[in-house]
């Protein structure tokens, strides 16, 4: 399979007052072509650090970024926009209050996008198209972040990053956000790197995990290997962990 990004040695420190945060410690990874790529790990382990750092939000302060083989470390998230698209937690947040969707998702989309092409993309992901007259207020939590996989689709990008999602949303609302993204996947070529403390969820949806711990990655192979044969204690212990909680 074709590698589509590829992050080698990527470090990040943060200055916390006094203190250094080491928020990416040597971190490389490769997503392939058509790949969904999870990355797991407890709150503070650095996975918003990795995705804010492969979409050009942060610069590292050393290591290379590459996209199709070609290196783009330090490039803006103006420019990285045409291949990689980045999808936040608060869906909300990420739309202008005061616009329709029609027009925020329209104008991050390349102008020969066609109205018919946007309302199959809509009926893909279970979304009428008579909610594109309402602003994001008017949207419930589940609509709002399938409006914010919509534009980040149309955008023409085919790399999506995914952090916490579905972090916002009920279980149910959660569950059908990754059907949905199943869904897509048989019809539309994308790759993702989809960020979730939440093994359960990201194993029902990745091909790939990685574990992060203190910056680090700790583990990473297939989402077979990784559940059924997990080499490191840390990993067992989130697997454990997940487990419980599902009980
Ligand atoms: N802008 C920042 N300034 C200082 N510390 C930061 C900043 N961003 C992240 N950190 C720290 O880096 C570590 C990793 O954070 P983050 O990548 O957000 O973790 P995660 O997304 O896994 O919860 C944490 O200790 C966090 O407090
Ligand atoms: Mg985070």
New binding site residues.
Partial sequence: MKEILEGIHLNKI???GDSL?V?ANDVSFTLHEGEFLGIV?E???????LLRLVSGLIKPDSGELTHDGEAYTGMSPAKTGRFLQMIFQDAYASFDPHMRMHRSILEAAPKNVSEEELVQLLDDLHLEAKLLEKRPGELSGGQCQRMSIARAILSGADILLCDEITSALDVVTEAQIVSLLQGIRQKREFSMMFVSHNIALVSQLCDRMIV?HD?QIVEAGTTKELLENPKQEYTKKLIASSRMQSL
């Fill in positions: 943060f200055r916390d945060v928020a790990g709150s503070g382990c650095g996975k918003s650090t992060m910056g």
